[in-house]
């Protein structure tokens, strides 16, 4: 117990030092490790692809802080299609190549934005939206889809969310 009330304190005072005067926070790095065992226990046993990609989408809602969207396109013929997410209605269809999402999409590696107004192309579903991480979603070698994040913050990805969220789907893509 003294262990667990150490470290929510170290966390507490990590989010302090990370936070920038004037800024919105973007608060404490997220416990992966801690988000990867949620994730674990949410998919043991179950095999429908449309279950465990909403479950894992309200998962990062629930524990990512400072984002405003978060979700999946499937790549359905030549195109990406809006599947199961957490925030404001968005855009159902996406060319592979376009936006964020068909950049990742296309290239087959995580594209992380810190300013979307800079991005050429960037399709805007939320006016709100200023930060965005994309990461594609591949199954045996083969694209399925796209993870989509957005952050109502400049600047909000770094590589240690890259790192951590590449490594939850590893733990989800073969319960697609
Ligand atoms: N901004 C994305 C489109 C999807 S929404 O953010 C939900 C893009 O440029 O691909």
């Known amino acids: 117990m003294q262990q667990s009330s150490d470290r929510s304190v170290t966390s507490r005072l990590k989010a302090f030092a990370d936070s920038k005067p004037g ?9 992966f490790g801690l988000i ?19 479950n894992f989408s309200a998962l990062l809602w629930q524990e990512l802080p400072g984002i405003n969207w978060v979700g999946f396109y499937l790549l359905k013929g030549k195109k990406l299609v809006l599947g199961p ?3 404001k209605p968005a855009c159902t269809r996406i060319d592979l190549g376009a936006g964020v ?8 590696k995580t594209v992380i934005v810190a300013d979307v107004h800079q991005f050429p192309g960037h ?14 979603l ?12 957005d952050s109502p913050l400049i600047d909000r990805f770094d590589h ?14 073969p319960r697609l």
């Open 160 to 173: 240690h969310d890259q790192q951590g969220l590449e490594d939850l789907l590893q733990v989800l893509i």
């Open 101 to 108: 999402c068909g950049t990742a999409a296309s290239m087959g």
């Open 36 to 54: 990867s065992k949620q994730l674990a226990g949410l998919i043991e046993g179950e095999t429908d692809r449309i279950a465990n990609l909403a």
């Open 85 to 87: 997410f957490q925030g």
């Open 138 to 149: 591949i199954k045996d070698g083969r694209l399925i889809g796209v993870l989509d994040i």
């Open 123 to 136: 399709i805007a579903c939320d006016a709100a939206s200023k930060s965005e991480i994309v990461v594609p």
């Open 23 to 31: 800024a919105p926070s973007k608060t404490a790095n997220p416990d």
